[in-house]
């Protein structure tokens, strides 16, 4: 009679839920396991590690893999800079760094071969090594990238037979592959070092298949010798032969359209390939033969004179989780780092910047896209392996239509009965209105209900059913997986709270040792234990074989401040405002205009940063405070005209501060930066602060800002602006330097 009473009572908390929320189905059942092929591409490094690939995913030491991979040109980046923005790659999860070898920046003269400075891609590829990261080439011969000719020098532009097997040029891109040999040699996978991966030309739809297998072979030759070879997905391939991995690209935001382009359809969680501007659905190759991965997955785009636009943050987050809801099972962003053109090798109608509005930008500084996009990596990284076999189950009437605001967006992937929901309300340029949902999941032997939930516009949810913890089930949360800590028997599983969401979830109480969960509202439906928070943000609990399993809820701020770790030998997250990179025995804290420093640290009493640091202790976390001297940036400012703004700069820092971080508000159609009569860099206008680091330029001189008038031919900035600044005239609004204090951690005490 009480286990009926229980049974009822579960059932009358689901009823109530249906009748306030829409309830969404997706069916876990009646799909056949697809075929898991090889695919003849595999390595052993001399430590012993495994790479390899099938038709599904990828592996490492034969377990499955998810990697990610952010793209930065050395050749746009500062020699100088390379280590640190390495490692800043490194600290947002990514776990290769892709590149172009742009073909006319090592050959300016016919037959002169420059690989000096911010030239040296052997230096490069080293450094990737020292800290830890894989590296993926883009040797062309074309490449794109924005470079002048796609990165052809004007005799091979020149030639008819370019981008063929025409012999003439086939003998000079013999050259090319053989002088990129030479710097890469004894550093491929097999041979102890980083480089993995060589994509082969780019873009090639209208080409022929026989071309992509001559430049393999060629490369091949000259002991360019990766583990993988890839081609992007819009490029003509023969893959009867299994030779290349065809890897996609997808854009929110699209530089080559008219205001960055329109709403598109990479937010419905489609089996799209290589999105542009089609219809989902099509495809160029096999999809069954190869695993789905991506070399183009847009964190920004690049502003043209003509096309302005402002990447959001939370745009960019949320494309990259519908492309891993629709079964990516390897993210390579370009770009990750922005970047500054090479002085007369940029492709015409570009600017000289190749900023990207990227997640770290043209000057190292970290966007908030990148804080958000370290939420999602932090969650492939930790529960990749699980993730990456699993099939997508699409919903029976799945949304097909971008401007369809109403319905829900989702999808799972599944393996078994284990699974994450991907939850999407987020549309490029189009606002969406928030949902109160909740999600059923149907499978072979049992239902699971989740709780009804608030999906806020402009946000989206992973949710995760019958996830194990050690040996403990979890049924269902109403919050994201974010990372997971294993310490011996200890595991803590951390989750991102979803905004106006109080957290719930749900255990098999046959897989728990106790059933007394502290600070926990607790109720028992049939053999699950139902959980509702209470006066505590984290529950403990053991399972049946002894593991103790920690589960702690953490807002959607602390997620994006989270920076996941090893501290003193073990699994360790760090909370704090600043941006952290992360080596083996340091850590470099930096922050803008804010001399007080604050980190949490979990575990807590690892004693790390006690002899430098005030120190409290939380429930869950040690919390470390320093405070640095405030420095006011001796910067002057000179305005000779409403269009010229001269910067008169002075390098002497204290040891407390980085950089001085310049903030330059104006209006106009693009602004110059100016030192020696040159322009350095600068600046398309869409209406955001444009943040220039004064480090790079301390010992050259001062700085001249110079504004362009406005061209009636520029798009996507709003009329009223542009009324403006054709009514008033181009002008600064304000221009302010700001600090970028540092602290550095010692980690070898």
């Not at 249906?18 to 052993?44: C, F, H, T, W």
């Not at 890839?230 to 009867?240: I, K, L």
Request: aromatic share 10%; proline share 5%.
């Amino acid at each position: 009679m009480i286990k009926v009473k229980i049974l009822l009572s579960g059932l009358f908390v689901f009823l109530i839920s249906v009748l306030q929320a829409q309830v969404y189905q997706i069916d876990i059942k009646n799909k056949p396991a697809p075929e898991r092929n090889p695919i003849p591409m595999s390595g052993i490094n001399p430590a012993g590690t495994r790479l390899g690939v099938n038709s599904q995913y990828f592996t490492k030491n034969n377990q499955p893999w998810f990697p990610m991979m952010g793209e930065l040109h050395y050749n746009r980046v500062r020699p100088e800079d390379w280590e640190t923005e390495i490692l800043k790659m490194k600290s947002c999860g990514l776990s290769i760094v892709a590149t172009y070898v742009f073909w006319n920046e090592h050959e300016r003269e016919k037959g002169v071969w420059d690989w000096k400075g911010n030239r040296n891609l052997h230096q490069f590829i080293q450094l990737c090594q020292k800290y830890g990261l894989y590296v993926w080439l883009r040797i062309g011969p074309w490449s794109h990238g924005e470079q002048l000719n796609g990165g052809f020098p004007d005799w091979i532009q020149s030639l008819k037979g370019h981008r063929s097997n025409d012999p003439e040029y086939l003998k000079a891109s013999a050259i090319l592959f053989n002088q990129i040999a030479q710097q890469t040699k004894s550093l491929f996978f097999t041979e102890g070092g980083p480089i993995i991966g060589i994509q082969l030309e780019n873009e090639y739809a209208s080409g022929q298949a026989a071309h992509i297998s001559t430049l393999k072979a060629m490369a091949q030759k000259v002991q360019i010798n990766p583990v993988y070879w890839s081609v992007t997905a819009n490029t003509v391939f023969d893959d009867n032969k299994m030779e290349v991995i065809p890897l996609q690209g997808s854009y929110a935001y699209r530089g080559w359209e008219r205001a960055g382009g329109v709403a598109t359809k990479d937010f419905l969680y489609g089996n799209d390939q290589w999105i542009m501007t089609d219809a989902l659905g099509k495809v160029f190759y096999d999809v069954n033969k190869f695993p789905r991965g991506l070399c183009e997955q847009g964190a920004g785009s690049q502003m043209t004179y003509r096309n302005r636009f402002v990447v959001a943050p939370e745009v960019i987050a949320a494309h990259l989780q519908n492309q891993i809801g629709r079964g990516m099972n390897l993210v390579g962003y370009y770009m990750f780092h922005g970047g500054t053109q090479t002085p007369g090798l940029k492709e015409p109608g570009h600017p000289e910047s190749y900023d990207f509005q990227a997640p770290i930008d043209e000057f190292g500084l970290l966007r908030p896209s990148y804080k958000q996009l370290k939420v999602l990596h932090t969650f492939v990284n930790d529960f990749g392996a699980e993730l990456a076999p699993m099939q997508v189950y699409e919903p029976e009437k799945p949304v097909r239509d971008e401007k369809n605001t109403a319905d829900l967006r989702y999808v799972a992937r599944a393996k078994g009965n284990s699974g994450f929901l991907f939850l999407g309300n987020t549309q490029v340029r189009i606002s969406m209105p928030d949902k109160t949902v909740s999600m059923q999941v149907n499978l072979p032997e049992e239902t699971i209900h989740f709780p009804s939930l608030l999906l806020k516009g402009e946000t989206t949810a992973i949710l995760p059913f019958n996830l194990k913890a050690g040996s403990a089930l979890i049924k269902y949360a109403t919050a994201q997986p974010f990372a997971k800590l294993i310490n011996g028997k200890n595991i803590t599983l951390f989750f991102k709270c979803l905004n106006s969401v109080n957290p719930q979830l749900a255990l098999d109480s046959r897989t728990l040792k106790s059933k007394d969960i502290a600070g926990w509202k607790v109720s028992q439906n049939g053999n699950q234990l139902q959980l509702v928070s209470g006066s505590r943000t984290d529950c403990s609990f053991n399972d049946i074989d002894g593991n103790h399993i920690k589960v702690v809820f953490i807002t959607a701020t602390q997620a994006e401040n989270a920076w996941r770790t090893k501290l003193k030998g073990q699994d360790a997250l760090l909370i704090t405002e600043a941006d952290v990179v992360m080596q083996k025995d340091q850590l470099n804290l930096k922050q803008l205009n804010k001399p007080a420093f604050d980190i949490m640290v979990y575990p807590k009493g690892l004693k790390t940063f006690s002899a430098v640091a005030t120190k409290t202790t939380s429930t869950l976390f040690d919390t470390y405070h320093w405070q640095s001297p405030a420095y006011n940036p001796q910067i002057a400012m000179k305005f000779p005209t409403n269009k010229i703004a001269d910067v008169i700069l002075n390098p002497a820092l204290p040891k407390n501060v980085n950089d001085v971080i310049l903030n330059v508000n104006y209006l106009g159609n693009a602004c110059d930066l100016i030192q020696q009569g040159t322009i350095k860099t600068d600046n398309l206008f869409n209406g955001q602060t444009w943040q220039i680091s004064l480090k790079r330029f301390w010992e050259d001189g001062n700085l001249s800002l110079n504004l362009k008038d406005w061209d009636d031919k520029t798009t996507g900035v709003p009329a009223d602006v542009v009324q403006e600044i054709k009514t008033k005239g181009p002008r600064f609004i304000s221009v302010k330097a700001v600090p970028q204090y540092q602290t550095i951690i010692d980690l070898k005490n």
